[in-house]
């Protein structure tokens, strides 16, 4: 098994930038795929990206592409999102999950941290 937790949210004006990592403790995060997903207030649980166990292979939301970054440091047991050019629209809870291999659906997702808040103001 494999533990996960979420730091780096906060809030920004629109326009700026934040990072979130997610750490892992437990199995190596190495054995894992990582996505993140994220929910705002009265909306469902949304897919935001994803990068596979190597970091090879990555996958984004439309909503996000250009805007954010996956990456991973196995080393360090740690993923993370780099966000730019937030948005009001990017408030939400993020999450970051992990999964054998990269995917897109969270019910494919066995392992998830316990969000962190991200807050945009315009």
């Known amino acids: 098994q494999v533990q996960l937790e979420e730091s780096g949210g906060g809030s920004v004006q629109a326009g700026g930038s934040l990072r979130l990592s997610c750490a892992a403790s437990g199995r190596g995060l190495s054995n894992y795929a990582v996505g993140w997903f994220r929910q705002a207030p009265g909306k469902e649980r949304e897919f935001v990206t994803a990068i596979s166990r190597s970091g090879i292979s990555t996958s984004f939301a439309d909503s996000v592409k250009g805007r954010f970054t996956i990456s991973r440091d196995n080393a360090k047991n740690t993923a993370y999102l780099q966000m730019a050019s937030l948005k009001p629209e990017d408030t939400a809870v993020y999450y970051c999950?992990?999964?054998?291999?990269?995917?897109?659906?969270?019910?494919?997702?066995?392992?998830w941290g316990q969000g962190t808040q991200v807050t945009v103001s315009s």
């Open positions: 999950a992990a999964a054998p291999r990269i995917r897109i659906r969270e019910d494919e997702y066995n392992y």
